[in-house]
């Protein structure tokens, strides 16, 4: 039983290293059992990246996993698990039902425990003391350690209260997430699959202490742990050094890990350090790695950097039409692949829409590494504007934000007649609504008349199964009713339709995503039964209650293709090999994101805390410490080249400052010159649909008297000559 480090800078590529090792062992020894655990956001991209490597381009004896996938692998052998697993939409409900029985009770939350967003605060508090196995007990001693007076004793009894209430809901009954590890760490020594297996850990910058409890238990049962950390070897590896340099998480982690091994009697093998390989036709690209954010004295590149390259714009969406047409012309001009390019960003929703639009246009294929938040999805928008129109008595805006959604029986054409005859008669509430209408405007005729009250009736027997929420009522009758409406409205038909149709127009993405949509929902509602039963709500609490599911739930999809550009998180996103990379949104607050103190308790109390034995997710300044590392890593991905895009304006016009990042680049490329596009870089169109906003831009010069470019001049010919 032996712990071995595999440690190196981001240029040493050390994971691949591993990989390479742990294929050759798996092959030499087909009979043994191989692990690879990887953070749950790295497995498919370390599927795709052994299978590459593997000869046999698969994985045969080695079982790629996350930490929760290994536990389910071990409970599928040990007989399962009793409880149900209680996932974060569980969770919102449990508490906001718990906040309404116990807000009474609080002191220091007596307030902010009514508004809105408290519920997700108290959720993330809740997650925080089960994943870093904090006890009731622990809360007490704390409480009484800072003193019951005091603000923060006040929040810890609350949070205590809340703590203890939330656990004897579970029970017998559920289980949250955060505790599989605990209860894997209690049986995995019956588990004969890991007994005498290999395990290779990689891509972790640090753990929690349930995994650490776990890793304790794992060296007494496998033959070998192999972990690999990113710290560069020229960094002083063993000395824990200061908390503002860039490798003191992953320090302490190595430090914890030889800690562990000497207290569970495990052998400790020689650490394989690597050096960082020497890459001549990229120099200034290895300089950045091995400078970027550290305090040694260096100096600066002399000369203009070949493959760093920054842009100004005006807006972002002008980051992305960049990003785009540089991509079109060197996927056109030097043979390279969509696959070899790659674009992240510190905030994705301002880039997310941009992008899938423009891409679209250009007919170039892009996959968006983020989980599609279904809240936003069309049936849930559909459904959210059904019940509204109950709760706001068949008002205007929510009777035709429902006919609008896609899923009524109505046409457009109907609606249209519908929409005016109501604005102009102003007829509002479900009274009237019930009533044939009668009301005449203009030279309004009989056969109007007939058509409206056709359309009339068909809303109101589509809403029909939806009219016993006009009343307060238990949460398993507000369901059924919803479910009763879904189904005559024939909404997963429609769903599937959708998903289609999506298909068919080549939007696989889309498509995978609304093949997911119906069984989601139908989940959440399940647990509203499951979980709120028959307690008494009004409608508007109900449809919070739904609001904050469908708030957390997200559906994954799998990238349809291997030749697509992948826009990601800069923290989130694990990229493979790319050539090229495009880091949009280089603005103050975006890279590095802006961090916030806005949970339960604050940095300062957790710091405090932190001197009482009890230890919290990473404070501000930790925060900030693994975002400079996640910057690191991105930053040293691309093997050619590396774009830095920010805008002077954020969409609204207002002005926007660059990102403090671009002043560390420059300190170390002091020749770095920014380019504007458009301007000194020309603008590149590909297509009719990339053209449009030039030719509609032309058109309105030639409107005001303004002289036209010489581009809309060649395109306004070209449509003449179509013509």
């Known amino acids: 039983m032996s712990l071995q480090m595999v440690i190196g800078g981001a240029g040493t590529r050390r994971s691949e290293m591993m990989y390479q090792k742990l ?20 497995t498919m991209q370390t599927q795709m990246k052994m299978t590459e490597l593997h000869p046999g381009r698969g994985v045969m004896n080695v079982d790629i996993v996350s930490f929760p996938r ?89 949070i205590q209260r809340l703590y203890d209430a939330f656990k004897k809901y579970m029970a017998d009954t559920y289980m949250t997430a ?19 297996s290999i395990m290779y850990i990689d891509n972790f910058t640090g753990f929690t202490p349930s995994q650490y409890v776990l890793l304790g238990k794992l060296l007494k049962l496998c033959e070998k742990i192999v972990v690999g950390l990113t710290i560069d070897v020229k960094d002083s590896v063993y000395e824990p050094g200061q908390e503002y340099q860039l490798f003191y998480l992953t320090k302490e982690t190595l430090w914890k890990l030889k800690k562990m091994c000497m207290e569970v009697h495990a052998e400790l093998d020689d650490d394989i350090l690597l ?18 954010f550290r305090f040694r004295r260096f100096k600066p590149w002399a000369d203009k950097p070949e493959h760093i390259r920054l842009y100004g714009v005006s807006h972002p969406v002008d980051e992305i039409r960049f990003a785009a047409a540089e991509i079109r012309r060197r996927v056109m001009d030097e043979n390279l692949s969509y696959k070899d390019f790659a674009m992240v960003t510190g905030d994705m929703q301002r880039y997310r829409e941009a992008a899938r639009r423009h891409f679209e246009a250009m007919d170039m294929p892009l996959f968006i590494d983020d989980k599609a938040d279904i809240s936003e999805n069309s049936f849930v928008e559909m459904l959210r504007s059904a019940m509204d129109v ?32 109501i604005l102009a008669t102003g007829i509002r509430g479900r009274k009237r609504w019930s009533q044939t209408f009668i009301k005449r ?22 809403l029909e199964p939806l009219s016993v929420m006009g009343a307060a009522g238990s949460v398993r009758a507000y369901t059924e009713a919803l479910r009763a409406f879904i189904q005559a409205i024939r ?22 995503e609304y093949g997911q949509i119906f069984e989601s929902v139908e989940d959440l509602l ?37 030749d697509q550009v992948v826009l990601g998180d800069l923290k989130r996103t694990r990229l493979g090999d790319v050539k090229v990379l495009f880091i949009v949104g280089m603005n103050d607050g975006n890279i590095p994101p802006s961090l916030e103190d806005k949970g339960m308790i604050s940095d300062d109390e957790k710091q405090i805390l932190e001197e009482e034995g009890i230890h919290l997710s990473l404070c501000l300044d930790e925060q900030s410490m693994e975002d400079d590392l996640y910057i690191y890593l991105a930053l040293s991905r691309p093997e050619r080249e590396l774009y830095f895009t920010y805008a002077a304006q954020d969409n609204g016009g207002a002005a926007k400052s660059p990102s403090p990042l671009l002043k560390e680049c420059l300190r170390l490329f002091p020749q770095l010159k920014e380019r504007s596009y458009p301007g000194e870089e020309p603008r590149y169109y590909f297509n009719e649909e990339d053209s449009r906003e030039l030719l509609i831009d032309g058109l309105h010069a030639v409107k005001n008297g303004q002289e036209t470019t010489f581009p809309f001049r060649l395109l306004l010919r070209y449509w003449y000559e179509d013509e």
């Open 70 to 158: 290994l536990a389910y692998r071990v409970f599928d052998t040990l007989g399962g698990i009793r409880k149900t697993i209680l996932e974060d939409t569980g969770k919102s409900m449990v508490i906001r039902r718990l906040l309404s029985e116990e807000k009474e009770n609080f002191e220091a939350f007596a307030v902010s425990a009514g508004k809105k967003g408290f519920t997700e605060q108290a959720k993330s508090m809740i997650s925080e003391l089960f994943q870093y196995s904090v006890s009731s007990e622990q809360l007490s001693r704390s409480r009484q350690q800072v003193g019951e007076d005091t603000l923060l004793g006040k929040k810890l009894k609350d």
């Open 491 to 512: 909404g997963e038909e429609k769903i599937a339709a959708f998903a289609e149709a999506f298909e068919a127009d080549g939007e696989f993405v889309r498509s995978r």
């Open 275 to 292: 050096e960082t390989s020497d890459r001549a036709a990229y120099r200034d690209l290895q300089f950045m790695e091995k400078y970027l």
């Open 178 to 196: 955060e505790e599989l590890l605990d209860v894997l760490a209690e049986k995995v020594a019956d588990a004969q699959i890991l007994k005498d």
């Open 390 to 421: 109950i709760l706001k008595d068949f008002s205007y805006e929510s009777v035709f934000r429902y006919l609008r959604s896609g899923y009524s029986d109505m046409t457009a054409e109907d609606t249209d007649v519908l929409d005016n005859y």
């Open 441 to 462: 405007y203009r030279d309004f005729k009989d056969e109007d008349f007939l058509r409206v009250n056709e359309s009339r009736e068909k809303i109101m027997k589509e």
């Open 23 to 42: 294929i050759e062992e798996s092959l030499a020894n087909p009979e043994k059992n191989y692990y690879l655990v990887v953070p749950e956001q790295y």
């Open 526 to 562: 399940e647990k509203c039964v499951q979980i709120l039963g028959d307690e008494s709500l009004s409608l508007k609490e109900y449809m919070e209650i739904l609001e904050a599911g469908f708030g957390e739930i997200q559906v994954g999809v799998i990238p349809p293709t291997l």
